[in-house]
């Protein structure tokens, strides 16, 4: 399961990975060729609107939903061309390799819309790591600063401001719409490579399920559509009749036509989040991981009756409430009274199925849950309250500086997958097998926890014998088991032995005379430029000390 979802991953890419396709310039707008007419749909009416008649699970009754219309495409530009904007980005990502300097700055370009409140919606990979926004509305040719006011890279998904009245003159706001059904068509608009005006490409959906987010590494729900999402379309709107009905992020590397869309109730929780805390939350977790129990031999020796459904927990994150409360071989049969089948599905609209982590994803923090398992063959519930967890090993790190200490020439730093990135695309299996299996695998002990690792060693007389001993994990320091990098930093600055003693993972030692390699760390940042013995963060957690110390 693991490697089938690296590979995904790897065909997934953010719209602003992937080489842009031109489109056909008409009137100063581009356009996509016309979406084929349904099948279904006599030919000789295709230009004229037409109309599927769709039962609806919840109300078990029969609708009627319009499909498709060449004016829909007229209304999305009348709509797109007073709410979205072109959104130019300079960012500097940091070299976790060389953890104290950025990589070269870069320009990027993507798309958003205004929302309502004088916001600016877009991605969250159109703004991270940036170090100056800028946004232009249509028919303008003025650029106007912009400050990001939110970003939540879990789902992809960033607000901006802007400050000048003078931008806010005679811009619209676009409304949020509900989760289209498939085959409802939709209108992408922004603003992709290869031309300076706005864009419109027409398709219908596809497919509704959680999808892997690539930027954010993460599992929510998702909208495949089959019209073009080219790089500059990220954080564009994808117009449904006269209101918004997802935001383009990413498309299939490898397919034609496959683009993503973020839905609808995505984006109300990421601004309602902001709205009521000020700030980005998360997604809740229930913090589990499950297996399915579609095999007769093991639900029988779980002791289900034949009318029971669900899953069996197979680990629990100790950080997570459920901790406490479900154990090991539980079978969770239903969440908030919702059944949970065989394969981790629940249902969905009309004849259509989700995995049943959706329901936990669109919880709020701190709201409970009530949760119905089956143990030694007894049905009990329990009442969980989720909250989002994070993982022991970050899956990124934008917009922050990496955490460093280096001491006698030995770059201590903690283990994250931002760091394994640096390996290449291919960092699954060009990066240290050890460190990847923890970065992947390994569950949190306790709150706080990082993994350290010794990332390499600037050589010098004090440390030669030593570089072989790199991408080692950090156990001990004089005996004393580590639990972050701030515990490794104390440990080692208020050492008042003679010697300092360091475990490795896999049996090895570090042995330093600690006066020696204190006067040989200043020899060695002279000589290799870095400004500081630490980054900032664990700099102002020595200064507090210090000065908590002298009062």
């Known amino acids: 399961m693991l490697s089938c979802s690296i590979r995904s991953l790897r065909r997934l890419k953010c719209c602003c990975n992937k080489r842009w396709s031109s489109l056909i ?10 979406k084929v007419v349904p099948s279904f749909c006599n030919t000789d009416i295709k230009f004229s609107r037409f109309y599927v008649w769709e039962r609806q ?6 609708r009627r ?5 060449v004016t829909d495409t007229y209304e999305a530009i009348e709509l797109a061309l007073d709410s979205v904007v072109k959104i130019f980005t300079v960012s500097s990502s940091p070299n976790y390799f060389l953890p104290w300097q950025n990589k070269s700055q870069r320009e990027t370009m993507g798309s958003g819309f205004v929302i309502p409140g004088k916001k600016i919606l877009t991605n969250a990979h159109v703004v991270a790591d940036h170090t100056f926004v800028l946004v232009r509305k249509h028919g303008s040719p003025t650029k106007y600063r912009a400050e990001v006011q939110a970003v939540a890279h879990e789902c992809d998904l960033a607000i901006l401001v802007v400050e000048s009245p003078e931008f806010w003159e005679g811009m619209n706001f676009l409304e949020l719409g509900d989760i289209p059904f498939l085959q409802e068509a939709v209108a992408v608009v922004g603003y992709p490579q290869g ?19 690539v930027h954010g590494a993460t599992q929510l729900m998702a909208i495949q559509i089959d019209a073009a999402i080219n790089p500059g379309n990220s954080g564009g709107p994808a117009i449904m009749g006269n209101k918004v009905a997802g935001v383009a992020f990413q498309n299939l590397s490898g397919a034609e ?25 998360g997604f809740c977790s229930m913090g589990l991981s499950c297996q399915p129990t579609e095999n007769v031999q093991l639900r029988n020796h779980f002791k289900m009756q034949p009318h029971m459904t669900g899953v069996l927990v197979s680990k629990i994150n100790p950080l997570s409430d459920a901790y406490g409360v479900l154990k090991k071989d539980d079978i969770i049969l239903e969440f908030d009274g919702v059944p949970i089948a065989n394969d981790g599905t629940v249902p969905f609209r ?30 009990h519930a329990f009442t969980i309250t989720l909250q989002p967890l994070q993982p022991l090993v970050p ?15 030995l770059v201590f730093v903690p283990l994250t997958q931002p760091y394994l990135h640096e390996y290449g695309e291919d960092w699954y299996n060009t990066s240290p097998r050890r460190l990847c299996e923890l970065a992947l695998r390994e569950l949190p002990k306790r709150a706080g926890e990082q993994l350290v690792i010794l990332s390499q060693v600037l050589m010098d007389d004090i440390n030669a014998g030593y570089e072989r001993l790199a991408e080692l994990q950090v156990k001990n320091v004089n005996g004393i088991e580590i639990k972050n990098l701030k515990h490794l930093c104390q440990l080692v600055e208020n050492c008042s032995r003679e ?25 060695i940042l002279e000589r290799h430029r870095i400004p500081s013995r630490m980054s900032i963060d664990l700099l102002s957690e020595q200064n507090s000390l210090l000065m908590d110390s002298a009062e």
């Not at 031309?195 to 987010?213: A, C, F, H, L, M």
């Not at 259509?352 to 143990?375: C, G, Q, W, Y």
């Open 65 to 69: 939903r319009s499909l498709y219309t």
């Open 257 to 281: 036509n496959i683009g993503y869309i973020i839905p609808v109730p995505v984006i109300k929780h990421f601004i309602a989040g902001i709205e009521e805390s000020g700030k980005y939350m």
């Open 350 to 379: 009309n004849r259509e199925r989700i995995t049943f982590d959706h329901l936990v994803s669109m919880k709020k923090p701190n709201e409970t849950a009530l949760v119905k398992v089956l143990r030694n063959g007894g049905e």
């Open 499 to 523: 010697s300092l003693r360091i475990d490795l993972d896999d049996d090895r030692v570090v042995a330093l005379n600690y006066e020696s390699a204190r006067i040989a760390t200043s020899r």
């Open 25 to 34: 310039l008409a009137k100063g707008y581009c356009f996509s060729k016309p």
């Open 395 to 409: 899956v990124h790190q934008f917009d922050k500086l990496p955490s460093y200490y280096i001491f006698a020439g």
């Open 57 to 62: 699970s919840s109300l078990r009754q029969w």
């Open 195 to 213: 031309g300076d005006n706005i864009s419109v490409t027409k398709g219908v959906v596809s497919r509704v399920e959680p999808t892997q987010y």
